[in-house]
């Protein structure tokens, strides 16, 4: 009897396993990312903030610094008390804009078109509990908060690896894009810029020999940059905001005041280790050989299905406790929270770590397994700078 009990639990395990890894692929793959690109992102909502007192409530409740004045947007995060992130986020200042001003209704008590107000891109996933969050901490500060309607306003990326821009040049009225609602995205060099545009303002960004792609190309190339975003990505309530690279990718301001979750953040910062972060990895099959950079193959047919909450990463051998936790797949490329000094040759505390140049790491899926490789970023050893020219 005890037998056939476990048989059971191991067949009803197994067939759980199947339900959320399988090496078999279920979609095709996406094309290698072009040179020059849009894409629209279908998978970010906006939050219109509008009244005096947003620019003083966003500075109390984001990672990073709000400007007065300031049109051009900025990466970000919110964190709760614990210093865990909600959600990363870009926030754009809008009130520069036109076609905004002229969608806004006035009536008694309402804000007028001269306040401030901005747009805050976060993941559809989390909308709605931003959007809860924000507004249990608002208690009486005047200004409005909504989700914008998704077929009114629109969020895009571009990029063009043959330009550069420097991001934090400031605008001035006479400029040609000062009324536009955007930015460079700076989180890693290579990633262009985000563009918010109103319903059929598509025509207005588009720019000659920039090629229309899809949302899975343009989360490709985030993933081969090694960018995470969202919450499959960066899990709420649950990550850090250095193990999710958001110190690296200018999202946090460590020289601005008092906002929520900055103690440990702050602490992190000037006195902690950071001993894991969300790199880039590549999977592959055994016997095939250790790869040793970071190459996309959309002709692979490794495909995972990583359930929330990621998949534990640990050695082919089994030795020692979990050492990461992979978080997304596309083709044979993907993410994974990785422990720095077990999975790469990064050395935090001046003593070698217990990694060696053949060690080899894998994933559960279906009945086997898949093999995964860790590569760190090259941007990850230049500290973010201010003014510097980053690559679109």
């Known amino acids: 009897m005890l037998a056939h009990y476990r048989r059971r639990i191991c067949s009803q395990y197994l067939s759980l396993l199947r339900q959320n890894y399988s090496t078999k692929p279920e979609q095709i793959p996406p ?16 939050i219109a903030l509008h009244g005096q007192d947003a620019p003083g409530f966003l500075q109390g409740v984001v990672t990073n610094n709000i400007r007065p004045g300031e049109t051009r947007g900025f990466y970000s995060a919110f964190l709760n008390a614990q210093g865990r992130v909600l959600a990363d986020v870009f926030i754009y200042p809008s ?6 001003r002229s969608t806004l209704t006035l009536t008694p008590g309402s804000p007028q078109p001269d306040e401030p107000s901005y747009f805050i ?48 040049r400031a605008l001035e009225p006479g400029d040609k894009a000062y009324h536009d609602i955007g930015c460079v995205d700076v989180r890693a060099p290579g990633m262009g810029k985000r563009v918010v545009v109103a319903r059929e303002g598509l025509d207005a960004i588009m720019d000659g020999g920039v090629e229309e792609t899809t949302l899975e190309v343009q989360t490709l ?17 649950i990550a850090l905001p250095h193990e999710s690279n958001i110190d690296y990718m200018s999202g946090i301001d460590f ?7 900055q103690e440990l953040t702050i602490r992190t910062h000037h006195t902690g280790i950071v001993r894991k972060r969300i790199l880039p990895i590549q999977l592959y099959l055994s016997p095939s050989p250790l790869p040793q950079t970071l190459t996309y193959n959309p002709e692979s047919k490794i495909s995972i299905q990583v359930p929330e909450g990621g998949i534990n990463i640990s050695r082919v051998d089994g030795q020692g406790r979990s050492k990461g ?5 596309v083709g044979n490329v993907g993410l994974a929270l990785c422990r ?5 040759d990064t050395v935090l505390t001046g003593e070698i770590g217990g990694w060696s140049a053949g060690d080899e790491f894998k994933v559960l899926a279906g009945e086997g397994e898949v093999r995964v490789k860790a590569f760190v970023p090259k941007w990850h050893y230049r500290a973010p700078a201010v003014g510097k020219s980053v690559s679109m």
């Not at 094309?31 to 906006?46: F, M, Q, S, V, Y």
């Not at 909308?127 to 629109?154: C, E, G, N, Q, Y």
């Not at 936790?325 to 797949?329: G, I, S």
């Not at 720095?340 to 790469?344: F, G, H, Q, R």
């Open 95 to 100: 009130a520069q804009n036109p076609h905004y």
């Open 31 to 46: 094309p290698h990312p072009p040179a020059a690109g849009i894409a629209k992102l279908t998978n970010r909502r906006l």
């Open 340 to 344: 720095l000094e077990s999975m790469t």
């Open 221 to 237: 190339r985030r993933i081969l940059h090694g960018v995470p975003e969202g919450p499959l990505e960066i899990l709420p309530t």
């Open 325 to 329: 936790k992979f978080l997304r797949a």
């Open 121 to 168: 891109e976060v993941s559809s996933d989390t909308v709605d509990s931003l959007l809860a969050h924000i507004r249990r901490h608002k208690l009486r500060a005047k200004f409005s908060a909504r989700i914008l309607d998704p077929t009114d306003w629109s969020v895009y990326s571009v990029w063009n690896e043959n330009q550069k821009w420097t991001p934090f």
């Open 255 to 261: 020289r601005k005041g008092c906002y929520v979750g």
